[in-house]
């Protein structure tokens, strides 16, 4: 399974919403902080970009490097699914401006990792500023997105007999009754599907994948051997 510092540091370098909650800073509207757009330094310090007039900018500038915030990341599944939202990741630290390292009219905020925390579909786990520097992204977030509304859209039937690889747990169920079956998640490790049965009581399955997967190529080839295992 993916590390907890792996799983944030995929949070943090997604696609997923996101919000710079700064302490006094009351006046602000929601959408004024929300980052253009963040990245991750050598160090593992969080870099945030904002238009140069929003009041996180103005906090940070009038700080005098002493302005603690925090980053939260908010992951919701991309498909249509009962309890949607897959996780929450948080990284505090000290906030500082970082001028010239952005465009006209706008500014580079540091966040300097110092705690960071995940809550997720596999737990919920501290991770140390050291781990979450060293930690690696997973290789298919950039795509993990559209590949779980294309497997949503266009393999239903296949998703649908993932079902008879669960052993006991839903052999009499899927006997009766074959519950809808949605993708929910995707990493190198593996498919995470949510079981919705006719009176709306869901359960997650996951299937692993005989290797961590690298790229698309390696992707196809291990979700073409596991839909392969579900067939009749």
Known sequence: MPSAAERTRTLVQSTC????????????????????????????????EFPADSPAVRAATYAHDELTAVLEITDVAPVSVPHRIRGRGRIKGRLTPVPGMAGPGRMMLRLETGEAF??????????????????TVDPLVAQEAELLQHLYAAHGEQL??????????????????????????????????????????????????????RDMVGLHRAMHTLFEAAAP
Not at 22 to 43: C, N, W, Y
């Open 118 to 135: 995940v809550d997720d579909l596999w737990g919920a786990q501290g991770v140390e500023p050291e781990e979450f520097r060293d930690a």
């Open 160 to 213: 649908n007999m993932l079902c008879g690889l669960l052993g006991e747990r839903t052999e009499g169920r899927c006997a009766t009754h074959t519950p809808a079956v949605v993708p929910v998640a995707l990493d190198r490790f593996g498919l995470r599907v949510r079981l919705r049965e006719a009176d709306g009581q869901c359960f997650d399955a996951r299937f692993d994948f005989p290797e961590p997967v």
């Open 17 to 48: 919403s996101a919000v710079l909650l700064i302490p006094g800073l009351t006046t602000a509207g929601f959408d004024q902080l929300i980052p253009l757009d963040r990245s991750v330094g050598p160090e593992g310090d969080l870099f945030l």
